[in-house]
């Protein structure tokens, strides 16, 4: 049986001038995680309370994108 597929929200955009979403989700996830980094600078009155969370929206984030697109399909190097 074939290797399951990863969904690709991110990858390499067309004409190779970055990387960002390619999908309607990964444009959703990009919009969630700003819109919440806003919302925790506007909410949180502590600045430790407020670098611990946009850290942890952070690491959230960047676990997605690597996940969710082909950054991840040659790790470990040389495999």
Known sequence: MGERQ???WFGKLEGGLGFGPLT???RAATF???FLV????????ALSLTI???GLYTV??????AFTSDLM???????
Do not use: K, M, N, T
Not at 38 to 45: E, R
């Open 60 to 65: 959230a984030f960047v676990l997605l994108v």
């Open 24 to 26: 309607w989700q990964g």
């Open 73 to 79: 399909e040659d790790w470990p190097p040389g495999s």
């Open 38 to 45: 806003i919302v925790a600078v506007v909410i949180y009155s």
């Open 52 to 54: 611990l969370v946009i």
């Open 32 to 34: 969630l995680y700003v």
């Open 6 to 8: 990863r969904p690709r």
